[in-house]
C-alpha cells in the first residue's frame, strides 16, 4: 500500500513560480514510476508528468514543456514537480500517482494523492 500526500499549492500570479511536492509513506515508494496529473474545473484529468522508478527518465505533456520540472528524491520518498512561468491556464487540481508502469495515462496508476490546488490570477 502506498499513500501519497501532496503539498505546496496555493496562489500565485501569472509569471511566477511553485515547486509541489508528493511525499509517500509505502516503503516501496523508489519501485514506482510516479506522475503528476491536473484536473480543472469541468475538465477531465489531463498528464502533466511522468519519471520513471529510477528517475532516469521522465516525460512531460507537450503544452508544459520548458515550464515544468519533475524530480523525485529517493531518500526523502518524495516526488516534486516545479512549475515556472505559471499562465492562468494552468489553475487547476494537481495530483500525484503512483504505479507500476510509466505511463501519461491516467489509468496507469494504482495510487493516487488526495490532490492540491494551484490557483494562478492575471
Known amino acids: 500500500q502506498v499513500q501519497l500526500v501532496e503539498s505546496g499549492g496555493g496562489l500565485v500570479q501569472a509569471g511566477g513560480s511553485l515547486r509541489l511536492s508528493c511525499a509517500s509513506s509505502g516503503r516501496t515508494f523508489s519501485t514506482y514510476a510516479m506522475g503528476w496529473f491536473r484536473q480543472a474545473p469541468g475538465k477531465e484529468r489531463e498528464f502533466v508528468a511522468a519519471i520513471s522508478w529510477s528517475g532516469g527518465s521522465t516525460d512531460y505533456a507537450d503544452s508544459l514543456k520548458g515550464r515544468v520540472t519533475i524530480s523525485r528524491d529517493k531518500f526523502k520518498n518524495t516526488v516534486y514537480l516545479q512549475m515556472n512561468s505559471l499562465k492562468p491556464e494552468d489553475t487547476a487540481v494537481y495530483y500525484c500517482?503512483?504505479?507500476?508502469?510509466?505511463?501519461?495515462?491516467?489509468?496507469?496508476?494504482?495510487?493516487w494523492g488526495q490532490g492540491t490546488q494551484v490557483t494562478v490570477s492575471s
Open positions: 500517482a503512483a504505479g507500476l508502469a510509466y505511463s501519461t495515462w491516467p489509468g496507469g496508476y494504482r495510487y
